[in-house]
């Protein structure tokens, strides 16, 4: 077979990587990808819909895997399907569950699916005199796509206020936040819920949990994600038979009466309150930084797995007991303005480690292997529990540097305090 994996992260590094290890498999391409990743890349940017089609025609793909949102907002699968193309990921009208803020909360208030009360807004004074009404902490959310930088979470009423003008007024996200959800700030520990979809049908990843902001403790601003580690011990037995009741089938339920096909990976981004999990946001793919650990715990052939759950037939995944974590290194002025360009030293010493380290913003010059974006490289490693995979990867990242790079030092921590460990 040949497969393309859509996409330029350490996500679609990780895919490529784990259905690389597939008998099925013959050539495996990624459109761009990075530079290090062990594929075939193609020169075609992921939201060119229409050549990347023309691509996988003229190249004979078999099968295609979207990696990050945007090809699927563009509508790369209606693209693919309409030409007889086989491609796992949701269709345009479906991506509209992540493409917009306000349509998924839309979804969820008219469906009963837990989320967070709020209001919505395409006025910046009219959201500002919501705030001074309502007060704070309140979350500030872009309604467009922002690469994971479009939620703000504002702990007093003027740090609201700026959230609004740089959403609406400056506009430093551009069309995204031409609109804004305004809602109540949710306590509790976060969660991410990842399921393979088709129709109804759907099969559960394992559990992970995510690390939003830029900072140890949770502080900074939001980022496409720093790290994540699975399982996430926070999601016991009783909590994920609610997830998958309250929330993934609900869902599901939804779609269909509202004539959407889904066919993909489904994220739910969770809070787990003491009233019970709420979804904070969907994702219409997997997430990064936690696909890369996931697809670490799964064994055997995952893309045979996959295809024969694209084609309707019954599958299981067996899963690796072993946790496994990823940490995430950036460049010196991520999430706004990255530094790129910069040498990455001592990658050769550091895979002497027990781990895999999965490209994201790099590209080679000169023979050099540069930093080409906000972040860098994932380092990840599996351990008998967290604290063992923890320690692997940061012995790890001792070993590699480059001008400026910056990574969080407490990936993990909340589950090794939760656990004793």
Known sequence: MKVLVVGNGGREHAIAWKISQSPLVKEVFIAKGSAGVDAKRVDINPTDVKTLADFAQREGIDFTIVGPEAPLVEGIVDEFEKRGLKIFGPSQKASLLEASKVFAKDFMLKHGIPTANFEVFDDPDKAKRFIRDFGAPVVVKADGLAGGKGAIVCKTEQSAIEAVDFLMVRKALGKAGERVVIEEFLEGEEGSYIVMVNGEEYIPLPTSQDHKRLL????????????????????????????????????????????????????????????????????????????????????????EKLINFYEGRSISLEIDNRCALCVVLASKGYPENPEVGKEIRGLEEAKKEEVIIFYAGTKIENGKLLTAGGRVLNVCAWGEDIKEAKVKAYKAIEKISFEGMQYRKDIGDKAIRFLGL
């Not at 140890?216 to 038979?241: R, W």
């Not at 696909?291 to 064994?299: D, F, H, S």
């Open 216 to 303: 140890d403790g949770d502080k900074g601003p939001n980022t496409g994600g720093m790290g994540a580690y699975s399982p996430n011990p926070f999601i016991d037995e009783k909590t994920e038979q609610e997830i998958r009741k309250n929330i993934i089938e609900k869902t599901l339920k939804a779609l269909a009466k509202e004539g959407i096909y889904y066919r993909g990976f489904l994220y739910a981004g969770l809070m787990l309150t003491s009233e019970g999990p709420k979804v904070l946001e969907f994702n219409v793919r997997l997430g990064d930084p936690e696909a890369q650990p996931l697809l670490m715990r799964i064994k055997g052939d995952f893309l």
